[in-house]
């Protein structure tokens, strides 16, 4: 029997370099679970490092989800090495900076340059996309992987984690069909159903007391109003904040579109991509932002309402017999307060597949995944804790805390244009 593989051993590159030529000299049958960015993105990577390539989705199809997502330079600098950068370049925008303004008077109080400081800076662009987008570029990806078989409809009810059961672990499917498989990867997302079985108990996502709007507004609207225009001609992104809630801003789809995430407290939302909300109900509710925004909002038609859900660091995310794990939300959702979750997801992918380009028998598979878990747990932990951080400072209530955060930006935007 081969050893198994210390993490300690292994050498470690954060953001490991893929497509090196590296094969597993074993091939494993690799089942993942859910084709969101996270899953779409571990089918690409497990696929390159020699493997095969079940992906499970339990959604019918791959749809167009009307909101825009943001993507930095940890995630960029993945696609673009995964062969996507005119992909990204064609599609997505690239924001001069970040400005953030004070909800009632508009009154700029920060202002940090992005643009081609992030590729200085953090080695990538930094990206706003459409979600659509991002999805059908990973599918492309993962449809062109070697070996790769996307299932749709395929809804997994049960799991078999152990690998001395008869046929070795296994998926069941809701139409009763088994797929076995050497390991199961469960990208399943922040309601991951197999998470409980990882962890050995049932454990809910917890409210984090915030819910999002998020709609699009077409920017010719805005290109026809001087005030509104600024907004499309210098693509920042721009978030307003107010006591308990806050509004970013930023153009997508080749500045056709202007995206709006609209955070504030959750009043009975529930958690899906899919959940129309009350545009009429959204109005009334940031009705007191300045009458720039309230002229935003007027061109809203629709909107989606998400109820914001996120969990302390699990104990683990990885199966006690070595043949599940977690991945992407199913095991750090977060809120989107710093605008990783999908990022982290892109790196979990990236490393998985990294080290299983390595694996060279199927016993080496537990010392594999706690060495993924090790590389990838404080980095993701901490992330969801700061993402909960900036839930604070964002929504500070008017008062001695929001005056001395202003303040402490007032100072950095002035050391930008020194
Ligand atoms: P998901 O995208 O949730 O995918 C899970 C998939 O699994 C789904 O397709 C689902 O149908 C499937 N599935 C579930 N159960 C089963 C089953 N039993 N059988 C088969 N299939 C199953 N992140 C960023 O990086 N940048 C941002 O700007 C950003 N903005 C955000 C804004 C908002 C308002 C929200 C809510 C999130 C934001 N995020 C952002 C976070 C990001 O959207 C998520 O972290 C990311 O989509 C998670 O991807 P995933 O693949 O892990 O899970």
Redesign the pocket.
């Known amino acids: 029997t081969p050893p198994a593989v210390s993490p300690a051993a292994i050498p470690i590159d954060p953001v490991p370099p893929l497509h090196a030529g590296r094969k597993a000299a074993i091939a494993l049958h690799i089942v993942v ?8 993105a571990a089918t690409h990577t497990l696929a390159h490092a020699g493997h095969r390539v079940t992906l ?4 019918s199809a791959i749809g167009d989800v009307g ?6 330079p940890n ?1 960029t600098r993945l696609l673009q090495r995964w062969g996507l950068a005119s992909a990204l370049q064609k599609s997505a925008v690239c924001p001069e900076a970040i400005v953030f303004r004070r909800y009632d008077t508009g009154e700029r109080v920060g202002y940090t340059r992005w643009g081609s400081t992030m590729a200085r800076d953090y080695g990538a662009p930094y990206y706003h996309i459409h979600r659509a987008d991002y999805h059908a570029m990973l599918l492309r990806l993962a449809q062109a992987a070697p070996g790769v078989q996307i299932r749709l409809g ?4 049960d799991v078999q984690p152990d690998p001395n059961a008869q046929g070795g672990p296994s998926v069941t499917l809701a139409s009763g069909e088994v797929v076995h498989a050497d390991l199961i990867v469960a ?8 998470q409980a079985v990882v962890i050995g108990r049932e454990a809910a996502p917890r409210p984090t007391g915030d819910a ?1 709007y ?1 709609a699009t507004v077409p920017t010719e609207l805005m290109m026809q109003d001087p005030e509104l225009r600024e907004f499309v001609e210098t693509p920042d992104m721009t978030a307003w904040m107010a006591p308990g809630r806050h509004l970013m801003a930023y153009c997508i789809r080749g500045k056709k579109e202007y995206n709006l ?1 609209l955070l504030h407290p959750d009043d009975g939302s529930v958690e899906s991509w899919t959940a129309d909300g009350s545009a009429e109900k959204m109005r009334a509710d940031f009705a007191d932002f300045e009458p720039r925004v309230k002229k935003l909002l007027s061109f809203v038609d629709s909107t989606l309402k ?1 109820r ?1 859900m996120d969990r302390s660091p699990l104990p683990t995310w990885v199966h006690p017999k070595g043949r599940l794990v977690l ?4 095991c750090h ?2 809120l ?1 307060y710093r ?7 892109i790196e979990d992918a990236a490393v998985l597949g990294n080290l299983l380009s390595r694996i060279s028998a199927k016993e080496q598979l537990p010392g594999f995944l706690h060495a993924y878990q090790e590389i990838r747990y404080t980095r993701a932990s901490e992330v969801q804790s700061s993402s909960r951080l900036n839930q604070h400072i964002f929504h500070l209530p008017d008062g001695p805390e929001q005056r001395a955060r202003d303040a402490a930006m007032r100072d950095a935007m002035a050391a930008e244009f020194d």
């Open positions: 679970v859910g084709a969101g960015l996270g899953g779409l499970l989705e339990a959604a909101a825009g997502i943001q993507v930095s995630a395929a809804s997994v009810v990208a399943d997302g922040v309601k991951s159903r197999l999002a998020r995430v998400w914001l991945l992407g939300d199913a959702p977060m989107p605008a990783q979750g999908a990022a982290m997801a």
